[in-house]
């Protein structure tokens, strides 16, 4: 069974930062294109930003460029997300899930408020 679990959310005011974390179980991460999600109140799914197995190659929302910046640690299964410049619209709830264009696993999400 795949296991993914986000944590690092929570309430911070415009401008601010927060960085979330993923730890992963259950199936090769080192080898899994990983995504970062999230689903803001009332609104569908959104793909924010990937990266490749190994690190190399990282993409992100037109949303989220020059702002957030994706990271892994494969040592330690972890994906990581650093948000900066946080903006009200970035409030959503915030899920890892491998996959680049299909996302067949995902975390419960970890809830990011961010308050003007």
């Known amino acids: 069974e795949e296991l993914l679990e986000e944590s690092g959310g929570g309430l911070v005011e415009v401008g601010g930062s927060l960085r979330l974390s993923c730890i992963t179980a259950?199936?090769?991460?080192?080898?899994?294109?990983m995504s970062w999600l999230r689903q803001a109140p009332g609104k569908g799914l959104e793909w924010v930003s990937g990266?490749?197995?190994?690190?190399?190659?990282?993409d992100y929302a037109d949303s989220v460029q020059g702002r957030f910046a994706i990271s892994r640690d494969n040592a330690k299964r972890t994906l990581y997300l650093q948000m900066n410049s946080l903006k009200t619209e970035d409030t959503a709830m915030y899920y890892c899930?491998?996959?680049?264009?299909?996302?067949?696993?995902r975390g419960r999400g970890t809830q990011v408020i961010v308050s003007s």
């Open positions: 899930a491998t996959g680049k264009y299909e996302w067949p696993s």
């Open positions: 259950g199936f090769t991460f080192s080898n899994t294109y």
């Open positions: 990266i490749n197995y190994w690190g190399g190659s990282r």
